[in-house]
Structures are given as C-alpha cells and as structure tokens.
C-alpha cells in the first residue's frame, strides 16, 4: 500500500509518554508509566521500549497487564493459523466498527511485511480480497460476517467454511473474530490514545455482511471422555455447577479444541477474582443486556439463570429485559452503557464515562466495561459455532420469555 506510514523505532530509553502521545484521544483511564518486567510479549516485544496503552489500561488490576498480554500474543501468535491472517481478520473487524486504536496496531504490524501488506490491501479493497487464496477471502469474510451479526455466515456459507477449514480451526476463527469485538470495547470506551509509533493512515470502510441465526451447533463439542484426557486446566476451569447440571458447559468444549486461547481467555478474567467492585449480580444484569441485545440464545440462557441464581426472581429478570428503567439507578445506567457500546464500541463520551465513575469509581467503571466486552465475544463466539444451550438455563430462559409474555 504506497503511502503507509510505519512507525518509527523506540528505543528502550525513550520517555514512555513520548508513545503514549495522540492530541487527538486522552485517554478516559489512569495509565501507569512502568509496566511489570514479567510481561514477555503482546503485540509488542517490550525490550523495544514500546509500552502499549491497551496494557497499560489494566494497571490497577494486580495481574492484569500480564494477563491482557498474554491474551493478545496468544490469540494473535497461538493456535494454528497464520498469525497475518488474524491480523487481516482484526483490521477488517477494526474498520467495520471504527476503531482506529485497534486499526494503527494492526495496519502497523501487517505493514512488516510484503505478506501482510497485501492483506492489508485486501481488507480496503475488494479487487485486491479476489486474489487472495479462498482461505485468506474466507477469513477475512468471516470475521466481517460475526461483527454485525453475532451468528456469522448463514448455513450455505458456513458449509464452504466448513470445507476450507478443519473444526479446531473454525473454532479458531470464531474465538479470533471474537476477540477483536471484545477488544474493540476495551480500548474505544476508554479513549486510548494511539502511540505514536503505531501511527497510520485513514482508509475507507467495508459495507456489511448481515446473515441470520443458526439453531444447532456447528462444529463437535468436545465428550467427558475427551475432557478427561486434556491435560490443561479445564477442569479448574468449570467445575461441576448447579446452574447446568453439567461439568463443563458447551461454551467451553468447543473452546478447549483450541486449548492455549482458552487458557488465555480464561486467565484474564480470572484476575478478578475476589476483586469485583461491582457485584455478581451487576456483572450479569449488564451480560444479560448484552446477550439480549445482541440475540444471543445460548448467553440469554446462561445469564438469566446466574440472576435467578444470585436470587433476582423470574418476574424481576423480565422486567429488567422489557423495562430496564424500572431497575435502580446503577443497574440502569450499566445497561444502558452495554447496549451503547454493544451497539457502537466509539460511543462513549467524556459525559457518559463521567457518570459511570461517579456510581461505580474508576475500578468498577473499568469492570462494567470489561463485562461489556467479554460478552460481546462470548455472543460471537457461542452464536457463531450454533452451540446449544444445557437443559436447566434453556429452561430457566423458557420461564423468562413467559413472563414476559405475561407482562
């Protein structure tokens, strides 16, 4: 692409403000200037002196630059497929939501090379897309397709995924593309600033791929027998719960066919832990929201049964889905951020993140942001690969959508 805009080396000495600088974004999140020495690599090898603000986000979080780090090198470097792929998937994912922190990072990294420039061409121009191979157009068409709509290509399309790919790597696709939406919230909620060093030029945007929802699941769900031989910590992971009546839920049998991005995905949110500012029951009016507004059957099921779990009643739960004014203050404001940002991850303004840190603080504005984020990769992910809900939510969900009807 002529005229791209490659940054320029910083070295390990340079002002880490100097990378942080962007007169265009302030960022909305306190960012500290020394990030921990165990930190090895995410998009950037650290001994260049390049510290990213998407990292430096998750400074008051103890744990939370290593974990955040770890799941971007993974999700972009792990798994099977080329990591320029991915990156391809990212930028069109980046562009069709307006998320110019995330379109730098990856412009700048695909510019590396002679390879990824012309997948980058790809992605701004549709002549360049035909030429690449059917798995490279299939990839970057995908991870399109799940932006706007969480259940991705429809079955005709699917099919032709499904004969280019193999299962782990469909899967991988799905957690990819996920992963990108879930990034996307991350960083333009909190108005990163873009480092100077990932610098890079408008382009135009691609239209939408809209498709409809798949009722059956679409790739094989890893047995018990399986589970058992797995020697990662999956186990660990979901232990048997009284809320599915199973030992490990459907989201994460499919998830462990790509079993390093599954560690990854978990292990950031397990830095939460015993730490949560805003509650359990917070944490699943706004992923009830999310899964609502984004249509998602399977997370409908899962996060109206953790609400009826944590004790808010059938009658309550579909109030709060048909008539979120009625909730109380805080509960009101946290959903109607998801559906914002669900809808738009560039729709904060300053007003509006202002009105989260009064209710919250900055520690619980940052948590109902994350919940926001992870649930619009768990929407894409568990909506994509068509994976059906267990026994006891699908039902808890049944007596929701009557009350409803009810009402």
Known sequence: MSGLLLPQPVTAGSDPADARSDPDRVSRVAQDAALPETIELAFEPLEEGRYPNYLRAWSSIPGGPEAMADLCATFLYGGSLDAEKKMAMGLAIALEEKSDYTAAHMSRLLGATASGRKLMRAVHDDEVLSDLSRRERLAIRYARSLTYEVSGFGDERFRELRSWF?????????????????????????????????????????????????????VALLSD???????????????????????????MRAMSRVPDMRVAWMELFAVWRDRSVIGEAMQHYISNEVSYFNDCHYCKTHQVQKLFNTGVSIDHIARAVDNPESLPDAERLAVSVA??????????TDARYAELTELFGELGAFEVLQVIARFNFMNRFTSGLGLPAEAMPEETLRRVEAARQSN
């Open 166 to 218: 193999q299962e782990p790597e469909i899967i991988e696709l799905t957690m990819v593309a996920s992963f990108f939406s879930y990034f996307n919230r991350t960083v333009e909620p909190l108005n990163l600033p873009i480092e100077q060093w990932a610098t890079y030029p408008a382009e135009k945007r691609f239209l939408p791929d809209r498709t409809s929802r798949r009722p059956e699941a679409r």
């Open 225 to 251: 027998d399986e589970i058992r031989l797995l020697a990662d910590r999956v186990q660990e992971d979901a232990p048997t719960s009284p809320m599915t009546g199973e030992q490990i839920a459907n989201s």
């Open 339 to 348: 559906r914002e940002i669900t809808r738009d991850p560039t729709a904060m």
